[in-house]
């Protein structure tokens, strides 16, 4: 499985745009690259998922090199509701046999 | 739809009981995962299944663990005789594919005294 490395914390002010880098130098060439978002007491929720180059939603955007060892979730003008844990995975292809796998992900700390 | 319905949502319980955790999976989705999280750990698959099979069960911590998925709109995690250290959230998901967005139920908290 493709391991990834993530930074452990980040904290950002309301209105800033916040860019989460996750590492994932052994990614396999079938390998999706999701993102999750967790708040406290529930339980993980998808926001956005990729191959290659970008990918945009109405939540976020996601930003893939060509060499797809990493990528950046990206989040547009944060809010104190935007205090969570965000996870990187890899790995899941449609046509594979592994499941994603979830890392310790990224606390993000949103502050007035 | 509901969503995935976990369970109880809390369950206290003393060391040595069994416990038995319960997850019924969205509607047309053909895997479950049942994961375990604790601060230490963070977030741990255990166990999951496609089509009502077992599939990798090597997140399992030790055989007193073990997951039934009796059929497609029903699973069980049951820990018998439960310790202390088995105290987390234990969260049920479900996705269309083993590869496809995962779908989290709102999760047991689990205390075991």
């Known amino acids: 499985l493709a391991k990834t490395t993530q930074p452990i914390s980040m904290d950002s002010y309301e209105g800033q745009e916040v860019n989460i880098t996750c590492s994932h130098n052994?990614?396999?060439?079938?390998?999706?690259i999701t993102w999750y978002q967790q708040f406290p007491s529930q339980g993980p929720r998808f926001i956005i998922q990729?191959?290659?180059t970008k990918v945009k939603n109405e939540v976020a955007s996601l930003f893939i090199p060509a060499d797809r060892k990493s990528s950046t979730l990206s989040l547009p003008r944060v809010s104190l509701s935007d205090t969570a844990v965000y996870y990187c995975?890899?790995?899941?292809?449609?046509?594979?046999?592994?499941?994603?796998?979830f890392g310790k992900g990224t606390r993000l700390s949103v502050i007035a | 739809d509901a969503g995935v319905i976990q369970s109880p949502r809390h369950e206290v319980t003393e060391m040595g009981q069994e416990v038995t955790l319960r997850c019924k999976p969205i509607s047309g989705h053909n895997s479950l995962f049942w994961y375990r999280q604790t601060m230490m750990r963070g977030l741990e698959l255990l166990i999951y299944?496609?089509?009502?099979?077992?599939?990798?069960d090597s997140g399992m911590p030790e055989d007193r663990f073990s997951a039934k998925m009796p059929n497609a709109s029903f699973s069980t995690l049951k820990i018998q005789p439960s310790e202390p250290r088995d105290s987390a959230v234990y969260f049920c998901a479900s996705s269309w594919d083993r590869g496809y967005e995962q779908y989290f139920g709102p999760g047991t908290r689990l205390t075991v005294t």
């Open positions: 995975l890899v790995g899941g292809s449609y046509s594979g046999n592994t499941p994603l796998v």
């Open positions: 990729g191959y290659k």
């Open positions: 052994n990614i396999a060439t079938n390998d999706y």
């Open positions: 299944f496609n089509n009502n099979v077992p599939i990798d």
